[in-house]
T-cell receptor, first 111, second 112 residues
Framework: KNEVEQSPQNLTAQEGEFITINCSYS?????LHWLQQHPGGGIVSLFM???GKKKHGRLIATINIQEKHSSLHITASHPRDSAVYTC?????????????FGQGTTLQVKP | SQTIHQWPATLVQPVGSPLSLECTVE??????LYWYRQAAGRGLQLLFY??????ISSEVPQNLSASRPQDRQFILSSKKLLLSDSGFYLC???????????FGSGTRLTVV
């Protein structure tokens, strides 16, 4: 079993729909990151979370440390949101900053 | 802000040929540097990390090696590529909690 699990692996939505991507982890962490990669593009860091909730535009990220679970929400989805979304955790015991990645969720938003 | 230059973006190499992927960092000094690889259908897996010049730690046994000849240069190499070396290779930089992570654009390697 992977230390970081994402669901779903693939997601197709219609424009305007509310989207949720989930991430569960089994290790102690100091932070969790949500990353975005558009087709042919580089990886961009969307959020870094250690507790609670963060919002940026139509994107919302939440984390529940006790349940070892995080969610990424997209409100009023748009075709330009189509991308691979990946969660990655930084181990709490590590001072080297290395990340453990989930498998990624491929999102396609249709017009 | 930190910027990572990683090249090439795509590469097709025959089995048995050598490999050299280079990653350079701008806008910071003394960063932690990482090489990750993503095989088909799997998440990114850490291959090597470096906390300073000449300091390399390997996470998984493999056909690859890494070097850090300068503070902001990280090189991934192989003397003889295997088919199983195909994948997406990503360089990353970490400069502490205030600066977070910066990622390169990645190299998609196909060994034929």
């Amino acid at each position: 079993k992977n230390e970081v699990e994402q669901s779903p692996q693939n997601l197709t939505a219609q424009e305007g729909e509310f989207i949720t991507i989930n991430c569960s982890y089994s290790v102690g962490i100091s932070a969790l990151h949500w990353l975005q990669q558009h087709p042919g593009g580089g990886i961009v860091s969307l959020f870094m979370l250690s507790s609670g909730k963060k919002k940026h535009g139509r994107l919302i990220a939440t984390i529940n440390i006790q349940e070892k679970h995080s969610s990424l929400h997209i409100t009023a989805s748009h075709p330009r949101d189509s991308a691979v979304y990946t969660c990655a955790v930084r181990l709490g015991s590590s001072n080297t900053g290395k990340l453990i990645f989930g498998q990624g969720t491929t999102l396609q938003v249709k017009p | 802000s930190q910027t990572i230059h990683q090249w090439p973006a795509t590469l097709v190499q025959p089995v048995g040929s050598p490999l050299s992927l280079e990653c350079t960092v701008e806008g910071t000094s003394n960063p932690n540097l990482y090489w990750y690889r993503q095989a088909a259908g799997r998440g990114l897996q850490l291959l090597f990390y470096s906390v300073g010049i000449g300091q390399i730690s390997s996470e998984v046994p493999q056909n690859l090696s890494a070097s850090r000849p300068q503070d902001r240069q990280f090189i991934l190499s192989s003397k003889k590529l295997l088919l199983s070396d195909s994948g997406f290779y990503l360089c990353a930089c970490y400069r502490g909690t205030n600066y977070g992570y910066t990622f390169g654009s990645g190299t998609r390697l196909t060994v034929v």
